[in-house]
């Protein structure tokens, strides 16, 4: 595997063209650029030259450098290696909490008919009477307000009986293999630390967990 600092070195080279044909660089420029000594500049050129990543061509001022195919490769492993980091980073979210008792509201909310409706069309399972609550770890809360700015769907509100049920939103997300969706009502009481989980089953009983028990919910975006 490549050094680090040479990893730097190459990166430099290949940001000022060297990709693409022969640049020409000295090791004073290459030393400032990484914040280096020219001497430790010049050692780099020549480890990297050794190693077979650069072909050089040594001038009176300088010298003329370009990327051999193992260097872009070098390269191209970090570069998929950082896409491999970002696209799991920007694909899914992880939340971490304890489950809490709620106030009770979301076993009727889940049992009307018109919500259940836009949850089975929106999720893929019509919810059971009941929410999960759960309050998010310090560490969970950033990426609490990162899913905030996701798409989330919308739950049209309704009126019957001649009340009217306001607006809510989701989000598909899972607890083990086991689909589930957030849930967000219009108006809440709760606080920003605590998030509704609503699945196709009861989850504490499936779970088998109780207040104070630890459960993870992932946010596949």
Excluded at 167 to 185: E, F, Q, T, Y
Aim: aromatic share 8%; net charge neutral; charged share 25%.
């Amino acid at each position: 595997m490549i050094p680090a600092e040479d990893l730097q070195c190459l990166k430099t080279i290949a940001l000022r063209g060297g990709c693409k044909g022969p640049i020409f660089v000295s090791s004073q420029s290459i030393g400032e650029i990484l914040a280096i000594s020219p001497q430790t500049a010049s050692r780099r050129l020549k480890g990297l030259e050794t190693q077979g990543f650069i072909n050089r061509t040594i001038a009176a001022d300088g010298q003329h450098v370009t990327l051999t195919g193992t260097g872009e490769e070098e390269l191209r492993k970090e570069y998929q290696e950082y896409i491999r980091i970002f696209s799991e980073h920007n694909k899914g979210f992880v939340l971490n909490g304890t489950v809490v008792s709620g106030i009770g509201e979301g076993k009727y909310y889940m049992s009307l008919e018109a919500y259940k409706q836009q949850f089975n069309t929106h999720l893929g399972f019509e919810p059971y009477p009941g929410t999960l609550n759960i309050r998010l770890s310090s560490s969970s809360l950033p990426v609490r307000k990162k899913i905030d700015a996701l798409n989330w769907i919308r739950i049209k509100g309704f009126s019957t009986d001649g009340r009217t049920f306001g607006d809510a939103k989701c989000l598909p997300c899972r607890i083990g293999n086991i689909s589930c969706g957030i849930v967000m009502p219009g108006r809440t009481h709760y606080p920003t630390d605590i998030i509704e989980v609503i699945a196709p089953i009861a989850l504490r009983r499936k779970l088998g967990v109780e207040d104070t028990d630890t459960v993870t919910v992932e946010v596949d975006q």
